[in-house]
């Protein structure tokens, strides 16, 4: 069965605009989490998506939010971009909530903040 | 709150040669162990993962893991390395009960000579 896509691959951003990523997970799965990829802080855990609802949340600003259509496909937005969210972005769903389960990752939307 | 160390950010070995990756974790009560490889302009593949019984966990590609809870490792081993599997390597973990977000390790980059 298809992987998790994620789109777009690459973007480039000016200082002060809003991105919006997307992500089409696993047919069947009904969890998504983001998290974000960098040189300097690795990787770290954005939030998490059950049912629509947020169910887990990691340690970023309120610029960056997500949510959760019906058939399992996720978004987030990032507003007022700075230069630090330059980054690899990358979405893994799974089956179930938490990461007790396996999770499968898409290869990312780089994002470039100018 | 839980965490997750790699004391070797890059690794050289010859191929046929074997391998340990190391890892430390940092976690009040048994956790949840996963072993995550990301080959560049890729995302995360799960390689193993342990939750409990038998602390030798095998993997995909050949790859497998010991947790040893007197030692909070959870180190990475493969006999036999491949030139295919020179990528970057993440440990991960996630603690047991409403915390269910991934805490990745700084990751270890591998690198293959022929």
């Known amino acids: 069965k298809a992987g998790v896509t994620q789109t777009p691959r690459y973007l480039i951003k000016t200082r002060g605009q809003q991105v919006t990523l997307s992500c089409s997970p696993i047919s069947g799965h009904r969890s998504v989490s983001w998290y974000q990829q960098t040189p300097g802080q690795g990787l770290q855990f954005l939030f998490e998506?059950?049912?629509?609802?947020?169910?887990n949340k990691g340690n970023f600003p309120g610029r960056f939010s997500g949510r959760q259509f019906s058939n399992s496909r996720s978004e987030m937005n990032v507003s007022t971009l700075e230069l630090g969210d330059s980054a690899l972005y990358l979405c893994?769903?799974?089956?179930?909530?938490?990461?007790?389960?396996?999770?499968?990752f898409g290869e990312g939307s780089r994002l470039t903040v100018l | 709150a839980q965490s997750v160390t790699q004391p070797d950010i890059h690794i050289t070995v010859s191929e046929g040669a074997s391998l340990e990756l190391r890892c430390n974790y940092s976690y009040g009560a048994t956790p949840y162990l996963f072993w995550y490889v990301q080959s560049p302009g890729q995302g995360l593949q799960l390689l193993l993962k342990y939750f409990s019984g038998d602390t030798l966990v095998q993997g995909i590609k050949g790859f497998e893991a010991e947790f040893k809870r007197s030692q909070s490792s959870f180190n990475l081993r493969k006999p036999s390395v491949h030139w295919s599997d020179a990528a970057e390597y993440f440990c991960a973990v996630v603690g047991t009960g409403t915390a269910s977000k991934l805490t990745f390790g700084t990751g270890t980059r591998l690198q293959v000579t022929l």
């Open positions: 998506y059950f049912s629509e609802t947020q169910r």
């Open positions: 893994a769903s799974s089956f179930q909530q938490g990461s007790t389960g396996e999770l499968f």
